[in-house]
């Protein structure tokens, strides 16, 4: 994987902070978030949990659903619970995903990136407790 730029990331940040706003924009009511944290093989995953659950707290939004991937960092396409909330999203269980930072859904530009297109194909959105530029 390839080390993101810093045009690279604040450009893929202001795309993923407009889309946010216009996915929650829509949204009547309470906010549904499924909280994502990838994790090397027998890595706790508490800490990085905690910073994610931590932001849906000040945020006042719903945590509805906690996935962990204990892949490390593999293409995004393969990570099962990563999987399972995108399919959460199709179904409008949830409004979009609460992760600790970017490198939890991909370090390379293209696949972030194509996260993002993706997420905004489903009216949702990505929240991140560190922003990209702060990799």
């Not at 600790?100 to 959105?125: K, N, P, T």
């Amino acid at each position: 994987m390839t080390q993101p730029s810093s045009a690279a990331n604040r450009q893929l940040s202001s795309l993923r902070r407009v889309q946010l706003e216009t996915a929650l924009r829509n949204v009547q009511g309470e906010k549904r978030f499924g909280l994502y944290v990838l994790v090397n093989p027998e890595q706790d995953p508490a800490p990085r949990l905690a910073v994610v659950q931590a932001l849906a707290t000040r945020q006042q939004w719903t945590v509805t659903i906690r996935a962990i991937d204990h892949t490390g960092p593999t293409d995004p396409a393969v990570r099962p619970q990563l999987a399972r909330l995108l399919t959460a999203l199709r179904q409008r269980e949830i409004h979009g995903i609460v992760a600790a930072s970017r490198v939890d859904i991909s370090d390379d530009d293209q696949e972030y990136e194509a996260m993002l297109h993706q997420l905004r194909a489903l009216h949702a959105g990505l929240a991140l407790a560190c922003e990209e530029t702060v990799l």
